[in-house]
Protein backbone atom coordinates (compact mmCIF):
# COMPACT_ATOMS: atom_id res chain seq x y z
CA UNK A 1 0.00 0.00 0.00
CA UNK A 2 1.70 3.25 -0.68
CA UNK A 3 0.36 6.62 0.68
CA UNK A 4 0.21 10.12 -0.49
CA UNK A 5 0.27 13.14 1.11
CA UNK A 6 -0.95 13.39 4.36
CA UNK A 7 -1.07 9.72 4.59
CA UNK A 8 2.66 9.88 3.66
CA UNK A 9 3.66 12.25 6.38
CA UNK A 10 1.86 10.29 9.25
CA UNK A 11 3.46 6.99 8.02
CA UNK A 12 7.22 8.69 8.16
CA UNK A 13 6.68 9.81 11.72
CA UNK A 14 5.00 7.01 12.81
CA UNK A 15 7.48 4.38 11.68
CA UNK A 16 10.83 6.03 11.30
CA UNK A 17 10.69 9.35 13.37
CA UNK A 18 8.79 8.05 16.55
CA UNK A 19 10.80 4.80 17.04
CA UNK A 20 14.23 7.10 17.31
CA UNK A 21 12.41 9.83 19.16
CA UNK A 22 10.96 7.56 21.81
CA UNK A 23 14.90 5.89 22.33
CA UNK A 24 16.12 8.90 22.97
CA UNK A 25 13.56 9.97 25.15
CA UNK A 26 13.95 6.63 27.13
CA UNK A 27 17.62 7.01 27.32
CA UNK A 28 17.68 10.37 28.72
CA UNK A 29 14.83 11.36 30.22
CA UNK A 30 13.03 8.00 31.48
CA UNK A 31 12.95 6.63 34.73
CA UNK A 32 14.51 3.57 34.75
CA UNK A 33 14.30 0.45 37.30
CA UNK A 34 15.88 -3.07 37.12
CA UNK A 35 12.93 -5.22 35.28
CA UNK A 36 12.86 -8.75 35.08
CA UNK A 37 13.27 -10.66 31.63
CA UNK A 38 10.01 -12.38 31.82
CA UNK A 39 8.02 -8.79 31.33
CA UNK A 40 9.09 -9.10 27.92
CA UNK A 41 6.01 -11.54 27.26
CA UNK A 42 3.62 -8.50 29.07
CA UNK A 43 5.14 -6.42 26.11
CA UNK A 44 4.08 -9.11 23.50
CA UNK A 45 0.47 -8.97 24.84
CA UNK A 46 -0.79 -5.94 22.56
CA UNK A 47 0.89 -7.25 19.66
CA UNK A 48 -0.55 -11.03 19.41
CA UNK A 49 -3.85 -9.01 20.11
CA UNK A 50 -3.16 -6.52 17.29
CA UNK A 51 -2.54 -10.03 14.99
CA UNK A 52 -5.72 -12.01 16.15
CA UNK A 53 -7.49 -8.42 14.98
CA UNK A 54 -6.06 -8.22 11.94
CA UNK A 55 -6.51 -11.62 10.40
CA UNK A 56 -9.94 -11.75 11.59
CA UNK A 57 -11.24 -8.88 10.33
CA UNK A 58 -8.59 -8.63 7.17
CA UNK A 59 -10.53 -11.14 5.18
CA UNK A 60 -14.05 -9.28 5.56
CA UNK A 61 -12.33 -5.89 4.91
CA UNK A 62 -9.84 -6.83 3.09
CA UNK A 63 -7.41 -4.85 4.19
CA UNK A 64 -4.72 -5.76 5.92
CA UNK A 65 -1.98 -2.45 7.39
CA UNK A 66 1.28 -3.99 6.56
CA UNK A 67 2.14 -6.16 3.78
CA UNK A 68 3.83 -9.08 5.38
CA UNK A 69 0.18 -9.33 7.39
CA UNK A 70 -1.68 -10.18 3.83
CA UNK A 71 -3.32 -13.97 3.84
CA UNK A 72 -5.36 -12.67 0.77
CA UNK A 73 -2.11 -12.49 -1.21
CA UNK A 74 0.55 -14.64 0.76
CA UNK A 75 -2.01 -17.48 3.10
CA UNK A 76 -1.79 -17.98 6.22
CA UNK A 77 1.08 -20.08 6.50
CA UNK A 78 3.36 -17.69 5.00
CA UNK A 79 1.70 -14.82 7.81
CA UNK A 80 2.15 -17.33 10.35
CA UNK A 81 6.30 -17.68 9.23
CA UNK A 82 5.87 -13.40 8.39
CA UNK A 83 4.61 -12.96 12.34
CA UNK A 84 7.12 -15.32 13.76
CA UNK A 85 9.98 -13.31 12.55
CA UNK A 86 8.25 -9.99 14.23
CA UNK A 87 7.71 -11.52 17.28
CA UNK A 88 11.53 -12.66 17.40
CA UNK A 89 12.71 -8.94 16.28
CA UNK A 90 10.09 -7.99 19.41
CA UNK A 91 11.72 -10.54 21.67
CA UNK A 92 14.97 -9.57 20.88
CA UNK A 93 14.63 -5.84 21.18
CA UNK A 94 12.98 -6.42 24.35
CA UNK A 95 16.00 -8.24 25.96
CA UNK A 96 17.83 -5.46 24.66
CA UNK A 97 15.96 -2.75 26.51
CA UNK A 98 15.76 -4.88 29.38
CA UNK A 99 19.40 -5.22 29.53
CA UNK A 100 20.44 -1.72 28.66
CA UNK A 101 17.47 -0.13 31.32
CA UNK A 102 18.82 -2.38 33.91
CA UNK A 103 22.68 -1.47 33.45
CA UNK A 104 21.64 2.00 33.32
CA UNK A 105 19.63 1.72 36.05
CA UNK A 106 22.32 -0.17 38.29
CA UNK A 107 24.75 2.63 37.43
CA UNK A 108 22.72 5.58 38.53
CA UNK A 109 22.13 3.43 42.12
CA UNK A 110 25.32 2.52 42.53
Given at each position: MEFEGIGALINELLHAVMPVAYIVYWIFFACKKVLPAKITWYWLFFPAVYLAFV???GPVAHFYPYPF????KLGYAQVALNSLGVLLAFVGASAVFIWGGNKLARKKVG
Open positions: LLRMNAD
